[in-house]
């Protein structure tokens, strides 16, 4: 039975199944998460260790290289990477992508677990994938006139979080800011040394007093109790009324010897709000979850709590991730819509029939639809790769529909034929091979991207498989619907295929040309090295970058004060910053910490960020102007503070991969103590560059220290030792919680500190009244003597070995140019000195790890439409020469981006790669038609005439893939800049494969023909 036949049999069963599978995918769109990034799982784990105040090199040797050497035996560990700074480090352990990452987890986990007893006591150590879920997608703040920081911190506590967690796709809220009370004891040392008491005698009254604890069971009557002894307090007045001592001359209160007050824990954080002093929440999303919904809830979870608030307290939004998610949808909606559109007007404007041009566009929405439903399946969402790749298969999917609906017009659009269904039918059943070889032109070329790794990989493998199942879908519904469609929906016996009233314009300019070649072959030699040079020249001018850039609607500015820099001084500086931002009208709101960063992680009190949120697109420039024309001025108007503004999603995807700077020079030594020079000649050379920015030489020094140094045998003759008097030291001025009690549903500390002791100066240190075991008071400077240490500077360490990493920004330079600039620098005599050696790492890295895994790709899709082409033809000869003209049109990739001024990035790459498809499919359909005529017709005739034949669907395709495009090409709306160079990349090599194929080819392949003759 012949296909015709066989599909007007079944053509209810078709029709229906393809109805079917369109409801399905709509179903599915319905309940399609959606987020930013494709899910994926990298391979990178973070270890944060704690252990107080050690110096960075005490730090190094004692918990640092122990750690390293641990997790560096961790199986698949392949680089493990510290940063250790005064009592803390964060080491950074990457696997191989692909990774078994629960297991990978356990490991690490499973190796510290065993460290830790060997290392100095009170260490402690968090284990952290870094997921895109580990940095917040929305944040609240709370702030009020009249509501102090204590009672909003609570209200945020414990009200909201257990609010915000019951929502269905939030993982965990987290609290910063604010103040926490507790309970203050302020000794006088004086009254404490007339009572013959320590500060640690009062810390253990205390915490012997104010108990709760069990102490045993008793039966009685049949029931069993259990015994406990509850003398806990309540508040300031029972601590008050703790007692110290009792006995003939009366009871001694905590009173008698100290102030009790309410009070904060100390803390050295600062947090604010559009300049107002705030407690934010963080919230962090679900792995999965759709964070669009997930937004929603969480608005309407606040929206149902507003009447508990307490009056004056303000709950305000400044960071929404889902916005631009939305946002980004809602562009990627405008740009099919659009395509769509275009593409019909081209289907009018060639076919002149409302019918067929309806019919087309219907598969669209067909194909879109079906291909949804393959992601469900998959296990994919909607983000920013998958709906970019839905946009741009409207163009290829308008390819398959119009070439099937031009070909069944071309022969069975004509009055003297009396079409019929079975005319109908038949075309659409003779085309079925050459639709069939380039469709799956198009989809080879998506196998090898299959099996690419690391960020690329994880991010276009999600688009790769919504092209393929699109274009898998249209070829499925182009083959079997679109011929049933026409021959139900049009009466080809009325109406007339305007193709047939002879050739207009366009083909007698072509049959001029083509005759003009066919004749003299040579004169197609200047055009096709035209293309060459051209090319050549675009590829060698082009900027080159990794990923290409959004406009996020917001970004973030870290900054740095002085080393040591109090968090007042760091507060008061940067409220002459907040002052530039309420000026700008581009800012609608921002927030800002101190002594930490977005997302929770704690720094020293001269560091913290700003992440500031713009008014919309259309009220403001682009981002990048924002972004530049703020740091010019803070630079300007508040010297001494070093910014980096950036974007937060590109550099959370940096923080994933490692890599968050574009420029990172990774400087080693056999001597490290060569390392801050070399890092510090460096920076200053990068400093020169034009287009580089942002600099950091890599050498964070902490704030300065002031070493006590006790007498011992002063100490001793008074019967103390630097043991004892480290430890009044420390409950003198930093305090000891010296117990806690229940209260309101949270626990309130009860803290031991000596009177006055936070208020002390430098000078004033030594007056510190230090009590003896005789219940003497004696100055501190009179048992030890002081000196300033100055802060040592972080250690970075790769492998077990110490290495500096001098980063740096590009600022209207692209990333090939720039790093080409810093390569020039580095090479300077004297700039790196002796011994010391550089790797480029950062994202230019990345950038190379990308190219050359598309670089394979690329050679394997041409290899795979080589073995295509073999099957197709049989010929080695028609292959090569269609392999060339395919080869040549992905030279006008470099030449549209470079006039485009878009940078070669991995998107722009990954359009070159679909090209080669693309190419390959516009050549299939007319050597196809030439195959075809060769059985009737001499070669040149032959050529020419299918040629002729295939100039109106390929015109057609070619003009409604380009205008399919242009939206996308033409980054209009937010967040749409991801597919941005692949458009401009397809419609480039679109653009010049249309005359390679109906021009270069058919001389090509006559010369081939008659030299095989």
């Keep these: 039975m012949k296909f015709s036949a066989w599909l007007d049999r079944h053509r209810r069963f078709v029709l229906t199944l393809a109805a079917a599978l369109a409801l399905a995918g709509l179903s599915a769109a319905i309940s399609l998460p959606i987020g930013l990034y494709p899910d994926a799982s990298f391979p990178r784990v973070r270890v944060t260790v704690d252990t107080g105040s050690q110096a960075a090199s005490q730090m190094v040797l004692a918990v640092t290289q122990p750690v390293e050497q641990a997790v560096r035996a961790v199986p698949g ?18 696997f191989a992508w692909g990774t078994n990452m629960p297991t990978a987890m356990l490991g690490v986990n499973a190796a510290l677990a065993q460290t830790v007893p060997s290392l100095p006591p009170g260490v402690s150590y968090n284990v952290l994938q870094m997921l895109p879920n580990v940095f917040p997608f929305m944040a609240y703040a709370l702030t009020s006139p009249s509501v102090g920081l204590v009672k909003m911190r609570n209200l945020a506590k414990y009200q909201l979080v257990p609010l915000l967690s019951g929502v269905k796709g939030i993982a965990h809220v987290q609290v910063q800011g604010g103040d926490t009370g507790e309970v203050e004891v302020s000794a006088d040392p004086a009254r404490l040394a007339a009572a013959h008491l320590t500060l640690t005698d009062l810390v253990n009254a205390i915490s012997g007093a104010a108990s709760l604890q069990s102490v045993g069971r008793i039966e009685d009557h049949q029931l069993l109790y259990l015994l406990l002894t509850n003398n806990s307090v309540s508040g300031v007045r029972d601590v008050k009324n703790i007692v110290l001592r009792a006995g003939p001359g009366g009871v001694l209160h905590v009173g008698d010897v100290a102030q009790v007050s309410q009070g904060v824990v100390p803390q050295f954080l600062g947090v604010d709000a559009d300049g107002k002093q705030a407690v934010t929440l963080l919230l962090y999303q679900q792995t999965g979850s759709d964070m669009v919904a997930t937004a929603k809830a969480v608005d309407k979870a606040l929206a149902g709590f507003k009447g508990q608030i307490p009056p004056g307290v303000s709950v305000s939004k400044w960071y929404d991730q889902s916005t631009l998610v939305l946002a980004a949808a809602g562009s990627v909606r405008d740009a099919i819509l659009i395509g769509i559109v275009l593409a019909a007007g081209v289907l009018y404007l060639f076919l002149r029939n409302g019918r067929i041009t309806l019919l087309a566009i219907t598969i669209v929405p067909a194909s879109l639809a079906a291909a949804v439903m393959v992601l469900s399946m998959a296990g994919l969402s909607f983000n920013i790769m998958t709906l970019g790749g839905l946009a741009a298969s409207v163009g290829l999917v308008i390819d398959d ?117 066919l004749t003299r072959p040579v004169l197609l030699a200047l055009p096709v090295l035209g293309l060459v040079v051209v090319g050549y020249l675009s590829y060698s001018h082009v900027q080159t970058g990794f990923m290409p850039s959004l406009d996020e609607g917001g970004f973030v500015m870290d900054y740095l004060t002085a080393p040591g820099t109090s968090l007042a001084e760091t507060e008061r500086e940067m409220r002459e910053i907040e002052a530039i931002l309420h000026k700008d009208p581009a800012v609608a709101s921002y927030s800002m910490r101190a002594g930490a960063g977005f997302g929770g992680d704690l720094a020293e009190s001269n560091k913290g960020d700003f992440v500031i949120r713009l008014t919309p697109l259309s009220q403001r420039a682009n981002i990048d102007v924002v972004m530049n024309r703020i740091a010019n001025e803070v630079t ?99 305090g000891t919680v010296a117990a806690t009690f229940e209260g309101n549903n949270q626990l309130t500390g009860i803290r031991v500190r000596a009177q006055g002791a936070a208020g002390l100066n430098t000078t004033q240190l030594g007056q510190l009244p230090i009590p003896t075991p005789a219940g003497a008071l004696v100055p501190l400077s009179s048992i030890a003597s002081f000196s300033i240490a100055s802060g040592q500077p972080e250690i970075t360490r790769e492998d077990l070995q110490q290495v500096v990493d001098v980063t740096a920004r590009l600022n209207g330079t ?71 003209t395919s080869l040549l049109s992905t030279t006008a990739v470099f030449t549209g981006l470079f006039l485009t001024g878009v940078p070669l990035n991995i998107t722009a790459m990954m359009g070159m790669v679909m090209i080669v498809g693309i190419a390959t499919e516009m050549a299939i359909f007319f050597v196809s038609e030439a195959q075809h005529l060769l059985e009737t017709l001499p070669p040149r005739e032959a050529f020419a005439t299918a040629a002729a034949n295939r100039l109106r669907p390929i015109a057609m395709t070619t003009l409604a893939a380009i205008l399919t495009l242009l939206p996308l090409a033409l980054d209009l709306g937010q967040g749409a800049g991801m597919q941005q160079p692949l458009a401009i990349a397809i419609i480039a090599g679109l653009l010049v494969q249309f005359p390679l194929v109906l021009l270069a080819l058919p001389v090509l392949l006559l010369k081939l023909t008659k030299a095989r003759a």
């Excluded at 550089?838 to 190219?851: C, H, R, S, V």
Aim: one cysteine or more; a neutral charge; aromatic letters at 6%.
């Design 77 to 94: 560990v392949v680089n493990v990477k510290s940063v250790t700074s005064r009592g803390s480090a964060m080491l950074t352990v990457d």
């Design 401 to 517: 529909v119009i070439v099937m609906i031009e070909f069944i017009a071309h022969r069975s659009g004509h009055p003297a034929r009396g079409a019929g269904r079975f005319w109908v039918l038949q075309a659409g059943s003779a085309f079925l091979r050459p639709l069939t070889g380039s469709s799956a032109a198009t989809l080879i070329v998506f196998v090898p991207l299959a099996f690419l790794s690391g960020v690329t990989g994880a991010f276009f493998k999600a688009l790769s498989i919504t092209v393929a199942s699109t274009l898998l879908a249209s070829w499925l519904l182009t083959a079997l619907v679109v011929p049933l469609l026409a021959a139900t929906l049009v009466d080809f016996d009325r109406w007339t295929d305007p193709g047939q009233n002879g050739q207009g314009w366009l083909g007698r300019t072509h049959e001029r040309l083509l005759n003009r070649f």
């Design 636 to 734: 300007a108007k508040v010297p001494g503070v070093q910014i980096d503004p950036h974007q937060l999603m590109s550099d959370e995807l940096g923080d994933m991969t490692g890599t968050p700077q574009p420029i990172d020079v990774r400087l080693a030594a056999a001597d490290p103590a060569a390392l801050e020079g070399a890092a510090q000649r460096v920076a200053a050379a990068l400093g020169k560059i034009q287009g580089v920015d942002s600099i950091d030489d890599g050498v964070v020094p902490a704030g300065d220290a002031i070493e006590i140094h006790v007498n011992q045998a002063r100490a001793a003759a008074l019967g103390l030792d630097p043991s004892k008097v480290a430890a009044i030291l420390q409950t003198a001025m930093a």
């Design 814 to 884: 692209g990333l090939g140019a720039g790093i080409a600039e810093v390569k020039k620098a580095l090479a300077q005599p004297g700039i790196l000195g002796n011994g010391v050696t550089y790797t480029l790492g950062g994202l230019y890295k990345q950038q190379q790890i990308a190219f050359a895994g598309l670089v394979r790709v690329f050679i394997a899709a041409l290899l795979a439409e080589f073995v295509l082409l073999l099957l197709l033809y049989e010929r080695f000869a028609w292959v090569a020469a269609i392999i060339c």
